[in-house]
Every structure is written in C-alpha cells, then in structure tokens.
C-alpha cells in the first residue's frame, strides 16, 4: 500500500465516491464503475476517489473475494480515462474488535487512499442516543479519537460529525458543539496535525449539514490543519460532488 502524498492537490476531485463494489451502493442502484467515471466526465468535474467500503462484519463491505475484481476493473477504467484524474481507495470503517482483522486484509492491497471512518460505536445494547446527546456523541468521539491510532495507513478523517446524520433530537439539539465536546476534541484534533492526516468535508448530509463544523474546523484551522478535501459520499450517480459549491464556499470563509 502506497497512499498518495498529503501534498497532493486534490483540489476539485470528489474524494468520497461508493459504486456498485458496495453491497449498500448496490442495493440503493450504484453504478459501475464505467458509469462513474463517464457521469463526472460529463459533469466537467476533474476526478475523483473511489472509496467503497471495507467494515469487517458488517453487511455493507466488499466482500473480500472481489478484492482482485476491484482493481482491475477500477485500474482498467483509470487506463480508459486518461483525462480523469482517478484513485483508488477504500473506506475503511474502524472498531477495536476488528481493527487488526482490517489491517490484515489491506496490507497487501495497492490502496492509493483510505478513509478512516466510524460507523459502528454504540456500546453493546446500540442504543446510546437514547441516553441524550453528551453520552451519545462522547462515546463517537472517543471512538474517533481511537481511530486515529488504527494499525493501518489512512488518508482522511470520514465525515467527522457523523451521528448527526441519524440523530433522533429536535433540530435544534443536533449540533456536534466543539465548545461541549472541547477536550475530546481537541484530542482528535492534535493527533491529527501530528499525523499529517486530512479532513473531509462530507456533503452527504444534505446542503446545510456540515460534517465536520465550523467551529471544529476553526480550532483545528489554529492548531495547524490544512482546508479539508471535498467528499460527496455519493451511492448513486446522482449525487457525485453534491453541494461542492457551498461546501466551497462554506470553507473559503475558513481557510482563506
Ligand atoms: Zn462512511
Ligand atoms: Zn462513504
């Protein structure tokens, strides 16, 4: 495994796409990797990320045996689209349980990008959120926070912010504050200048959520981090660089 450089300017290029490879793409009506790589062609969008899922256990991974599958299809469709800039990479969804299980499985892999993200974090009953806001979302930082010590290379921070998407609180009860979340925050923040990882504004979450915020991405901007890369964690084509311009824009008034 060879990750691209933190240096490379991926400016422009959706570094979070799933296709067909994930079962839950799949299931949602993803699209092949030809019809990927042809829809941002149409869309003049200048490359993109593959990034479909590994999440040991879970039902939503590629399954192992198409490993061999995946990059000869996604290196062959790279070869065909010399004006894309394309990579291919893996989202890799981090538990303790499994964490060694993840790193034996991608080792041998000729990854060029992997998003470290947390998917699964509720203790054993999978219910914390009905246990209120600061139990929940703790709980998630605190497994983000281990993340970033997961005995595999990784690109990118995924989605920081995630529970929001799936919070059951009023609206406004949502937010993921740095100002409450602070120590555990600034935690992952820490570990990740250090390790010279990137965040990534995700934009699945619809054109007003943001995944990380302003206010995490402020404190992270003074503590040395560099303007996330843009992920529209698209499952169907429809959706490729969703809501880019305002994420855009939303990180233009940060980062400029
Ligand atoms: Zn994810
Ligand atoms: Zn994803």
Same mark, same amino acid.
């Given at each position: ?87 291919? #990479?893996? /989202?890799?969804?981090?538990? *303790?349980?499994?964490?060694?299980? !993840? @790193?034996? %499985?991608?080792?041998?892999? &000729? ?20 246990? #209120?806001? /600061?139990?929940?979302?703790? *709980?998630?930082?605190?497994?983000? !926070? @281990?993340? %970033?010590?997961?005995?595999? &290379? ?22 993921? /504050?740095?100002?409450?979340? *602070? ?74």
């Amino acid at each position: 495994m060879k990750l691209i450089d933190y240096n490379v300017d991926l400016d422009g290029i959706d570094c979070h796409v799933h296709s067909a490879f994930s079962p839950d793409a799949l299931r949602a009506g993803a699209s092949t990797p030809r019809e990927i790589a042809a829809a941002y062609k149409r869309r003049g969008i200048r490359g993109f990320i593959v990034t479909d899922h590994l999440d040991v256990g879970h039902w939503h991974s590629v399954d192992p045996s198409k490993f061999t599958e995946y990059f000869d299809e996604w290196n062959a469709v790279r070869d065909e689209n010399p004006d894309l800039t394309i990579y291919i #990479g893996m /989202e890799v969804g981090f538990e *303790k349980e499994t964490a060694e299980k !993840s @790193a034996e %499985l991608i080792s041998e892999l &000729p990854l060029e990008y992997v998003i470290n993200s947390v998917h699964y974090w509720q203790s054993h009953d999978g219910d914390d959120m009905s246990r #209120g806001r /600061e139990y929940a979302y703790g *709980k998630y930082l605190e497994a983000v !926070s @281990a993340s %970033l010590d997961a005995p595999y &290379p990784f690109s990118t921070i995924g989605h920081l912010g995630f529970p929001e998407r799936y919070a059951p609180y009023p609206a406004d009860e949502i937010a993921m /504050e740095y100002k409450t979340f *602070k120590p555990i925050m600034d935690d992952i923040i820490k570990k990740a200048v250090r390790k010279r990882v990137r965040f990534e504004e995700n934009t699945n979450g619809g054109g007003a959520m943001r995944l990380p915020r302003a206010d995490f991405l402020r404190a992270y901007k003074k503590a040395g981090g560099a303007r996330p890369v843009l992920g529209s964690d698209a499952h169907i084509t429809e959706n490729i660089a969703q809501y880019f311009d305002a994420a855009n824009k939303f990180l233009d008034k940060i980062f400029k």
